[in-house]
């Protein structure tokens, strides 16, 4: 009985048309294709916090022109002229 045990085992790998695959190699390459993705995430985060970072920097104000808007209580005096659609008549 323990024959028949043992010639399962040996034949229990991946059976391609011209060679098997045994169960060891294919847990090694399993665990190699699991670990890669894990490195690939953890590469893939902190690019992305840098991209991140890097956009935040660019769009901070203070490297921005400072523009000079009126202020609301000068327009409220009428200080600044007011455009009026041209109404001339030919």
Same mark, same amino acid.
């Given at each position: 009985?323990?024959?028949? @045990? $043992? $010639?399962? &085992? +040996? =034949? +229990?790998?991946? @059976?391609?048309?011209? &060679? ?7 847990? =090694?390459?399993? !665990?190699?294709?699991?670990? #890669? /993705?894990? #490195?690939? $995430?953890?590469? !893939?985060?902190?690019? /992305? ?13 203070? *490297?921005?022109?400072? /523009? @000079? &808007? ?8 009428? $200080? &600044?002229?007011? *455009? !009026?659609?041209? !109404?001339?008549?030919?």
């Amino acid at each position: 009985m323990s024959s028949v @045990n $043992q $010639q399962s &085992f +040996s =034949q +229990s790998g991946l @059976n391609c048309i011209a &060679f098997t695959i045994s169960p060891a190699c294919l847990l =090694q390459v399993g !665990t190699v294709s699991i670990l #890669m /993705l894990l #490195m690939a $995430q953890k590469a !893939t985060g902190e690019a /992305l916090i840098g991209l991140g970072e890097a956009g935040e920097e660019l769009l901070r104000g203070d *490297r921005l022109p400072v /523009l @000079n &808007f009126p202020d609301d209580h000068k327009l409220d005096k009428g $200080q &600044f002229p007011r *455009r !009026t659609p041209n !109404t001339s008549r030919n």
